[in-house]
């Protein structure tokens, strides 16, 4: 009998840290809803885009930034356009996004006295504060134009010349609505556009979203952007009205349409410097992809950029002229692998339509010294590829 007793509490001593430790490790209900509900509402996209563009007709140095290009800015080397992360939680009262960037496209115009905007692409939080209701505070991207940043959201992977000069990114807040059916979603944003490519901008800018969808093929949208974009410290201001207009029909699914203009209006408070002038900004585009074949599909887009008064082309083009004007048009051939990856070859062709205005090459170098000469016109190729997870 003494045997047994001290073999059950030997037992005992050993089984019940054994049942204590069992409960320690146990979640409680609480953290098992958060651990549940969070990872839930949490997605994380990577995309990755490489690309090689050659000049056609020349010999530009190797490293050259191409004029006007919004993504793929280097020209003959292949090198990375971007490696994007993006993370997104959403629940059904709050909703937070970040979006991290690498790679020559989030670099191209990043001039900007706060450093970080070089890789943050995107930061926002937002809170449902009514039915279909929603503000968001943050970082938050451009709300101008069709034409996305990255190559895999559009017909073709480099964007036009008037996309190239639509306002960038801004802080500060947006409200919007969409109603039931989601065939209207209109929103209004007031914030700082805080990484001019030539300086920071402490002025307040606001503008208006307004989308109608009234079908899965069809989609209309109007967004405005208002406000002084005159840099910190100076003694003028610049009133600008920037307006965009764009249109998407898919009417099957292997056929897209897509067009778009862009009229801005700027307004300033002296009319003593050079540099700053009052005018108006005309841009568009019209484009079209189809698939011939399941995984193969060819694109055209044509384009157009007028700037009469060089509000916004001034002093970075060779010559003068009181009537600037881009046009042109690119072509592409399109493959895709798999699902929301791709290979594409693309020619574009872009001219002002007078050899006496020349903004594209134009290469300076002191060591080496070398000056390779502007051109009115420029013809080059571009490689992408690209895969999105």
Known sequence: MKSRLILISVLLSIIGPIFCQQADSLLNKVEQWKLKHLMKGLSIQVYADAYYVGNIGGTIPTSHTYEFQTNSPYINEARLNMFDVQLNYNTSWSRMMAEFRLGDQPLLLSNSTAQWTNYLNQASLGFKFAKRFWIDFGYLDSPMG?????????????CTVGTYFEPNSVLGGFLSYSTPDETWSLGVWAGNQFSLPDGKNIHVTYGIDVSFNPSEKLTLSFNNYMGNIAKSGVSYYKYLAY????????????????????????????TEKDSVKMGTVISGLLGGRYYFLPKFAMALRAEVYYDPEDIFIAGKHSGKTSDFIIYGFSAGLEFNPGKDAYIRLQYSYLTTGDPKVKPFNEVVSEKPSYHYWPDYMRQCYTITTGLRF
């Open 146 to 158: 069709v034409e996305s940043s990255m190559p895999i959201n559009n017909i073709l992977s480099t």
């Open 243 to 270: 307006n965009n207009l764009y249109i998407t029909y898919n009417p099957i699914p292997k056929l897209n349409f897509t067009g778009q203009t862009d009229i801005a209006f700027q307004k300033v408070s002296s």
